[in-house]
């Protein structure tokens, strides 16, 4: 490849506006309700109302018999079409429930019994309301203590536990032991729900012919194939997936849920299109949880304030049916809660149970409990031994790299204290704490937190997975690009456009970019775990460069001149030499495709080329976040003063969507710490079924968030890195510092999350009653 033939970059790096936008922002996006097919029936479920009993009978005539229903299945009908499930990443982990409809006995508040199909959704509906079911009610296992102390909460199993995992490396029990401090936090997580503005959906389509077309709400189309054709063991390319516009999915969409299988179940028993929308309640209630852990952390430490060992425990209730591996959560966690900072040695346990809850998917940077914890447990060491937080993370961040973790994994080209550094610097920390001395003595209560993070990114189902793009000049001298990736909100249309055109010497605007639709082009794994820029932006770099090069030979022929005398911009090819002779694109198209008898010797008709790009097993960025808020200790509101990031995620190919990543997962992790929580009682009822009772982040609520930015570039073709994640990973820790800090002189105890106004004030109260203010 001839670098010489390639102009400087016009797009990456530059903050063009998104090209997704137009269709967007005038009402032409299409998403999965707004798609009709030709016959297509409606479904909906009958849910458990009760988180754990026996079903002694169901009697569904009254719904068969209502006008405009066309079939009421149970899982008597159900089931027999599957094999029994498993998670959709494979795996040996214990599975929690392996059929699609409940059977003899409901396991949570929205465990799917029925599927209605009907006319409409609104008969669907109201025949469902009339499905009676006999129950016979079971005592719950909702939490830890239940699961760890009560018999199983699911039908088959001999007991909860899903995974149980003990580490001790040698010499961690020694640190400990001549440890001059030990420090340890503890924090139990608030039960949160992806809240994407449109929850899930499908239609399903069994063809006459045995073919299966699915229209659906999904992250990873070819992975959706492949599990659907597994379960119901028919042939995985007489599968197609269509995934359209989606607007949002955090994590949620990467699974398959019993409900949308149920969903092509019934399509396959009527031989008819069945469509399925989620509403918000089915969403609330039954569409996945997330941060469902407890988690602990020991930390000992030398007198000077270095860490010498660190024993996480990590625990955690996953509900009756998880919609991902049960350990993965943990294992992660286990093996990067070190993050940024050089400890010799550590202790790990991991324990996993199933429960009477709705079951858990991966939520934006799902193993984030590691960094919550660690970053928690280093300013409350801080505390304890009088060294300011940020000078004991500055004393402990590891150097040099490459840095190998203590469970293994080696992390090279990050930049934790230079992005510690920029962060404290931009908020005024030190100017800070002599306004946070003044505030306090008119008795307002201000506070500062901080935290560093490590971000495994590109992390893919089967470990060391790829992406794939394939693209063409078109006749009409445009691009087409036809690739695995997909977007929930990530731009993808956008940027790698931005990656493809600058490799060709044209404008965004000629570039197409085509995804989500299984048939379309091989095997990917779509989006999750903040891989896009790099793994597909890694295939759409080298495989342009490749269509580059067949250009060039081309072109070359056609202007008699050498390839390496050659450049592409502006849509043309041109000579540099004197003469400035050029050839269009669209003439080189219209030569390779119409006129093939006039290209050189062995190059081939067409010009189009495709490329798979294997990415390392995990790549990271990195991050530090500060900032500032005001507590109320009257009414226990947190008021947010400032909030800034420092990342290092590599090249950005648009800073516009690097900073829009950014945001999102930084308000999503206001919400886990502040507002968000779906509770269950101690009959397994969730408190919340609608937005009035699931308490969200507000426009008003959020401060305008500042952004730093550092490039180290990745091994990876485009130099980027993932940053989808980190927002939510290093957001949790710092604003719980903060106001941690804020409540400092009162001494206050908070171990559970959300950091509601209810439980701060309660805190507060219960500090004084002890006589524990400062």
Same mark, same amino acid.
């Given at each position: 490849?001839?670098?010489?033939?390639?102009?400087?970059?016009?797009?990456?790096?530059?903050?063009?506006?998104?090209?997704?936008?137009?269709?967007?922002?005038?009402?032409?996006?299409?998403?999965?309700?707004?798609?009709?097919?030709?016959?297509?029936?409606?479904?909906?479920?009958?849910?458990?109302?009760?988180?754990?009993?026996?079903?002694?009978?169901?009697?569904?005539?009254?719904?068969?018999?209502?006008?405009?229903?066309?079939?009421?299945?149970?899982?008597?009908?159900?089931?027999?079409?599957?094999?029994?499930?498993?998670?959709?990443?494979?795996?040996?982990?214990?599975?929690?429930?392996?059929?699609?409809?409940?059977?003899?006995?409901?396991?949570?508040?929205?465990?799917?019994?029925?599927?209605?199909?009907?006319?409409?959704?609104?008969?669907?509906?109201?025949?469902?309301?009339?499905?009676? $079911?006999?129950?016979?009610?079971?005592?719950?296992?909702?939490?830890?203590?239940?699961?760890?102390?009560?018999?199983?909460?699911?039908?088959?199993?001999?007991?909860?536990?899903?995974?149980?995992?003990?580490?001790?490396?040698?010499?961690?029990?020694?640190?400990?032991?001549?440890?001059?401090?030990?420090?340890?936090?503890?924090?139990?997580?608030?039960?949160?729900?992806?809240?994407?503005?449109?929850?899930?959906?499908?239609?399903?389509?069994?063809?006459?012919?045995?073919?299966?077309?699915?229209?659906?709400?999904?992250?990873?189309?070819?992975?959706?194939?492949?599990?659907?054709?597994?379960?119901?063991?028919?042939?995985?390319?007489?599968?197609?997936?269509?995934?359209?516009?989606?607007?949002?999915?955090?994590?949620?969409?990467?699974?398959?849920?019993?409900?949308?299988?149920?969903?092509?179940?019934?399509?396959?028993?009527?031989?008819?299109?069945?469509?399925?929308?989620?509403?918000?309640?089915?969403?609330?209630?039954?569409?996945?949880?997330?941060?469902?852990?407890?988690?602990?952390?020991?930390?000992?430490?030398?007198?000077?304030?270095?860490?010498?060992?660190?024993?996480?425990?990590?625990?955690?209730?996953?509900?009756?049916?998880?919609?991902?591996?049960?350990?993965?959560?943990?294992?992660?966690?286990?093996?990067?809660?070190?993050?940024?900072?050089?400890?010799?040695? @550590?202790?790990?346990?991991?324990?996993?149970?199933?429960?009477?809850?709705?079951?858990?998917?991966?939520?934006?940077?799902? #193993?984030?409990?590691?960094?919550?914890?660690?970053?928690?447990?280093?300013?409350?060491?801080?505390?304890?031994?009088?060294?300011?937080?940020?000078?004991?993370?500055?004393?402990?961040?590891?150097?040099?790299?490459?840095?190998?973790?203590?469970?293994?994994?080696?992390?090279?080209? @990050?930049?934790?204290?230079?992005?510690?550094?920029?962060?404290?610097?931009?908020?005024?920390?030190?100017?800070?704490?002599?306004?946070?001395?003044?505030?306090?003595?008119?008795?307002?209560?201000?506070?500062?937190?901080?935290?560093?993070?490590?971000?495994?990114?590109?992390?893919?189902?089967?470990?060391?997975?790829?992406?794939?793009?394939?693209?063409?000049?078109?006749?009409?001298?445009?691009?087409?690009?036809?690739?695995?990736?997909?977007?929930?909100?990530?731009?993808?249309?956008?940027?790698?456009?931005?990656?493809?055109?600058?490799?060709?010497?044209?404008?965004?605007?000629?570039?197409?970019?085509?995804?989500?639709?299984?048939?379309?082009?091989?095997?990917?794994?779509?989006?999750?775990?903040?891989?896009?820029?790099?793994?597909?932006?890694?295939?759409?770099?080298?495989?342009?460069?490749?269509?580059?090069?067949?250009?060039?030979?081309?072109?070359?022929?056609?202007?008699?001149?050498?390839?390496?005398?050659?450049?592409?911009?502006?849509?043309?090819?041109?000579?540099?030499?004197?003469?400035?002779?050029?050839?269009?694109?669209?003439?080189?198209?219209?030569?390779?495709?119409?006129?093939?008898?006039?290209?050189?010797?062995?190059?081939?008709?067409?010009?189009?080329?495709?490329?798979?790009? $294997?990415?390392?097993?995990?790549?990271?960025?990195?991050?530090?976040?500060? @900032?500032?808020?005001?507590?109320? $200790?009257?009414?226990?509101?947190?008021?947010?003063?400032?909030?800034?990031?420092?990342?290092?995620?590599?090249?950005?190919?648009?800073?516009?969507?690097?900073?829009?990543?950014?945001?999102?997962?930084?308000?999503?992790?206001?919400?886990?710490?502040? #507002?968000?929580?779906?509770?269950?009682?101690?009959?397994?009822?969730?408190?919340?079924?609608?937005?009035?009772?699931?308490?969200?982040?507000?426009?008003?609520?959020?401060?305008?968030?500042?952004?730093?930015?550092?490039?180290?570039?990745?091994?990876?073709?485009?130099?980027?890195?993932?940053?989808?994640?980190?927002?939510?990973?290093?957001?949790?820790?710092?604003?719980?510092?903060?106001?941690?800090?804020?409540?400092?002189?009162?001494?206050?105890?908070?171990?559970?999350?959300?950091?509601?106004?209810?439980?701060?004030?309660?805190?507060?109260?219960?500090?004084?009653?002890?006589?524990?203010?400062?």
């Amino acid at each position: 490849m001839a670098d010489a033939t390639l102009s400087a970059p016009r797009f990456v790096g530059q903050r063009i506006g998104r090209k997704e936008n137009r269709r967007f922002l005038t009402g032409r996006g299409q998403y999965i309700d707004d798609h009709i097919v030709p016959g297509m029936l409606h479904a909906a479920f009958l849910r458990s109302p009760l988180a754990r009993a026996k079903i002694l009978a169901i009697d569904a005539a009254a719904a068969r018999a209502l006008p405009g229903v066309y079939a009421v299945y149970t899982a008597k009908e159900m089931n027999g079409q599957f094999v029994p499930l498993k998670y959709i990443f494979g795996g040996s982990d214990p599975i929690g429930l392996d059929y699609v409809l409940t059977r003899d006995e409901v396991t949570y508040v929205g465990d799917p019994i029925a599927i209605v199909i009907a006319e409409d959704r609104y008969i669907a509906e109201d025949a469902a309301e009339l499905i009676d $079911v006999d129950y016979e009610p079971i005592i719950p296992v909702v939490t830890l203590a239940n699961a760890r102390n009560m018999g199983p909460a699911l039908p088959g199993h001999t007991n909860n536990v899903a995974v149980d995992l003990h580490i001790a490396l040698p010499g961690s029990e020694e640190a400990f032991a001549s440890a001059a401090h030990v420090a340890t936090g503890h924090i139990a997580q608030g039960r949160v729900v992806p809240t994407p503005i449109e929850a899930r959906g499908i239609i399903a389509d069994q063809r006459m012919d045995g073919r299966l077309e699915i229209r659906m709400t999904s992250q990873n189309p070819h992975q959706a194939k492949a599990y659907i054709a597994d379960m119901l063991g028919m042939p995985e390319n007489h599968v197609r997936i269509i995934s359209p516009d989606i607007g949002g999915a955090f994590g949620q969409k990467y699974c398959f849920g019993r409900d949308l299988l149920a969903t092509v179940g019934a399509s396959r028993l009527l031989r008819r299109p069945v469509k399925w929308i989620e509403d918000r309640a089915e969403a609330l209630l039954a569409g996945g949880h997330s941060r469902t852990e407890t988690l602990s952390l020991e930390m000992a430490l030398d007198s000077s304030g270095k860490i010498l060992a660190t024993g996480l425990r990590f625990e955690d209730v996953i509900g009756a049916d998880p919609m991902t591996n049960p350990g993965g959560n943990g294992q992660l966690a286990m093996l990067f809660h070190t993050g940024a900072y050089a400890v010799p040695t @550590v202790k790990a346990d991991v324990e996993v149970f199933f429960s009477n809850t709705c079951g858990i998917l991966p939520y934006r940077g799902p #193993w984030g409990g590691e960094t919550l914890i660690r970053e928690i447990t280093i300013d409350k060491a801080a505390r304890e031994m009088g060294i300011d937080p940020v000078e004991l993370r500055r004393r402990n961040i590891f150097t040099p790299q490459p840095h190998t973790l203590p469970l293994g994994p080696v992390i090279n080209g @990050v930049t934790p204290r230079e992005c510690l550094d920029m962060a404290v610097e931009a908020i005024g920390y030190d100017a800070f704490r002599d306004e946070q001395v003044k505030a306090r003595a008119q008795g307002r209560f201000i506070g500062i937190g901080t935290s560093v993070c490590i971000e495994p990114c590109a992390i893919s189902s089967g470990g060391n997975s790829s992406d794939t793009a394939a693209i063409r000049l078109e006749p009409s001298g445009r691009v087409t690009a036809t690739m695995t990736c997909h977007s929930q909100g990530h731009s993808v249309e956008t940027t790698m456009a931005q990656v493809i055109a600058d490799e060709l010497g044209i404008d965004v605007e000629d570039v197409t970019i085509v995804f989500g639709d299984t048939n379309a082009i091989g095997f990917g794994a779509g989006a999750g775990g903040s891989r896009q820029a790099l793994v597909s932006g890694g295939a759409a770099k080298v495989a342009s460069g490749m269509l580059r090069d067949k250009i060039l030979q081309i072109a070359s022929h056609f202007l008699q001149s050498p390839a390496d005398q050659l450049r592409m911009e502006g849509g043309k090819v041109v000579t540099v030499t004197a003469n400035g002779a050029s050839i269009t694109l669209r003439e080189l198209g219209q030569a390779a495709y119409l006129n093939p008898g006039s290209l050189p010797e062995g190059s081939g008709a067409g010009l189009e080329v495709q490329y798979r790009f $294997v990415p390392p097993l995990f790549s990271y960025s990195n991050a530090a976040h500060a @900032v500032t808020v005001e507590v109320d $200790v009257a009414t226990g509101l947190v008021k947010f003063l400032r909030y800034v990031v420092a990342e290092d995620c590599g090249v950005m190919l648009n800073p516009a969507v690097v900073e829009g990543q950014i945001a999102g997962g930084v308000i999503q992790a206001m919400g886990n710490i502040l #507002w968000e929580e779906q509770h269950y009682d101690a009959d397994g009822n969730p408190s919340a079924s609608t937005f009035k009772d699931y308490a969200m982040p507000l426009a008003t609520d959020t401060p305008v968030i500042e952004y730093l930015h550092l490039c180290t570039p990745s091994d990876s073709p485009t130099g980027a890195k993932g940053v989808g994640e980190g927002g939510a990973i290093a957001g949790p820790p710092a604003i719980y510092n903060a106001v941690l800090d804020a409540l400092a002189p009162f001494n206050v105890t908070l171990e559970q999350l959300p950091l509601t106004p209810s439980r701060i004030v309660t805190a507060l109260m219960e500090a004084q009653e002890l006589g524990q203010t400062a």
